[in-house]
């Protein structure tokens, strides 16, 4: 059974200090994609990255970071030099490669507030 | 482009009215749809997903049940509500395809059953 562990449930940092959200997977399939999401106050939750087990390469946009560890199962988030903006709930989720439906798990997400 | 749309944005319920959210997708064909609740301060809870018109899966027994009566609309009804009804829906597409296909989010139901 996949599972997702977003084991910091809150998180609050002072504006442009660094932080990391994680995230640990479990599954048995050798393929599968690991997501991000942002959910802000608004509540409509916005894709951010997508990553399949192939693909191990780190991945940075702009000031968002993500690091994809086989070895540990996690695929951590980094944002560097943190807004306001970023206040909100962040969501990792793993879907596995069977054809048809993807079925989605979602982590119970870390909920992150940038104090200005 | 593709949107997706819900409505309502918000909606107060008496326990045992009925209920029906919308949801519709612009932009592309045959998309697979999903219904999902967030109870207050939790995660995801998938309820229903669907890969074609009148194609519906259930994935928690529920009073709630979902329709598809056309290829970019997915309605969420009920007969009767219940207080545990109350929640955040959101409905989600996906484009087909063989393997990690992205669920993109509308902007979703506020529900509150009083």
């Known amino acids: 059974a996949q599972k997702v562990t977003q084991a910091q449930t809150e998180i609050s940092v002072v504006e442009k200090e660094d932080v990391t959200l994680d995230c640990v997977y479990e599954t048995r399939d050798t393929t599968y994609y690991l997501f991000w999401y942002k959910q802000p106050p608004s509540g409509e939750l916005v894709f951010l990255i997508r990553r399949n087990s192939f693909d191990e390469q780190n991945e940075i946009s702009g000031r968002y970071s993500w690091n994809f560890q086989k070895s540990t199962s996690s695929f951590n988030f980094t944002i560097t030099a943190s807004q306001v903006v970023d206040s909100a709930v962040y969501f990792c989720?793993?879907?596995?490669?069977?054809?048809?439906?993807?079925?989605?798990?979602f982590g119970t997400g870390t909920k992150l507030q940038v104090i200005p | 482009s593709q949107t997706i749309h819900q409505w309502p944005a918000t909606l107060v319920q008496p326990v045992g009215s009925p209920l029906s959210l919308e949801c519709t997708v612009e932009?592309?064909?045959?998309?697979?749809l999903y219904w999902y609740r967030q109870a207050a301060g939790r995660g995801l809870q998938l309820l229903f997903y669907s890969v074609g018109i009148g194609q519906i899966s259930s994935e928690v027994p529920q009073n709630l049940s979902a329709s598809r009566p056309q290829d970019r609309q997915f309605i969420l009804s009920s007969k009767k509500l219940l207080l545990s009804d109350s929640g955040f829906y959101l409905c989600?597409?996906?484009?087909?395809?063989?393997?990690?296909?992205?669920?993109?989010f509308g902007p979703g139901t506020r529900l509150l059953v009083l």
């Open positions: 989720a793993l879907s596995d490669s069977s054809g048809g439906y993807q079925k989605v798990t």
């Open positions: 989600a597409w996906s484009r087909p395809e063989s393997g990690g296909e992205t669920q993109y």
């Open positions: 932009g592309t064909s045959n998309p697979n």
